[in-house]
């Protein structure tokens, strides 16, 4: 394997070559296994109702579980490469799983297409890097803005301990703080095997108007049986949040306690617009379960690669990828998005939702939208 890391190793997948290899690297078991299960999902999904057929080249999807754990994403990746001679690496369910694989992209000159990981950063480690699902920060900062201009004052924050947690907890600070709010109390919890009740007491104790809460896709069922358990709702306490944590997935798991959650996300299995009407019709039908927005990161990461492969008339070359990949846009089952062409990052709504019950199941109904937003710490850094 230390060979198979030397840039000699790394052979570019040659122009001619007729087939178009995509590695999706997911968590399919572990903890984040729901992530995996819906990003594999919207990846066939895409390929169901577009064919596998683009510019002339066949597409192929290999589906591989790094478990979770970025030293398996990492060795994942090199065999992708290496072996497979893959074209595109996609997928990264979390931050440190899309870190693992920046070198590996660089050196191989092939694009990274991350479809679930939100950490501001992950784009800035390698010009190979893509991103078709969403920043913390672009998701936080809108939240934090509609807080305090509803009447909450005071909030306690309460992330996960990592990258996207640290990401949404400075972010909602300081757009709260600068709209007149005040952050009480910083609360970072394990990533691991969470025990989210004994933090959720520290928050009854401070008696904020609000908690803002960030934990990753897959765990917000957890948290919200102890939110229920501790009995913050009935101390007074507003749960206000990203859209991870009234994930789409797991949201009916989670019952009557998550009505009237109020978040704030770039996608909802309930958005009002014809492409996501017929996206989610599509979904259900094919796997008997809604999609979330790890669905459609995935789905949106394969439309990606099929556009740029029609830009490039069939071209895989990494570099011709990249470039022809930077700047494209689309409507998505989300709304309109682009890929900025100088952040490689997704510029994307995001809209301002509330659980509500619709038809007996729960839903992220959407009522007030903020058009186009960029990554706003790389935008902070522009100015």
Known sequence: MA???AMGAFATPAFAQEVVKIGLIQPMTGPS???????EAGAKLWMQLHGDTVAGKKIQLIVKDDTGAPDVTKRIAQELVVNDKVNVLMGFGLT???????????QAKIPEIVTSAATAIITEQSPFIVRTSFTLPQATVPMAQWAAKNGIKKVVTLVSDYGPGIDAEKAFKEAFSANGGEVVSELRVPLRNPDFA???QRVKDAGPD?????VPSGFGSAFMKQFAERGLTQAGIKLIATGDVTDDDLLNEMGDAAL???????YSASHNSPENKEFVEAFKKANNFRPNF???GAYDGMQLVYKALDKTKGNADGQALIDAMKGLSWTSPRGPVQIDPETRD????IYVRKVEKVNGELYNQEFATIEMVKDPVKAAKKK
Do not use: C, D, R, Y
Not at 33 to 39: L, V
Not at 260 to 266: D, I, K, Q
């Open 294 to 296: 790890m669905a459609v």
């Open 346 to 349: 997704i510029i994307q709504n």
């Open 96 to 106: 440190p799983l899309a870190l693992a694989v920046a070198p590996i992209a660089t």
């Open 3 to 5: 060979a198979a890391v």
């Open 33 to 39: 296994a729901s992530t995996g299960k819906q990003a």
């Open 198 to 200: 004994p933090f959720l």
């Open 260 to 266: 009237g959650v109020v978040n704030t996300h770039h």
């Open 210 to 214: 609000a908690v803002f809460v960030f």
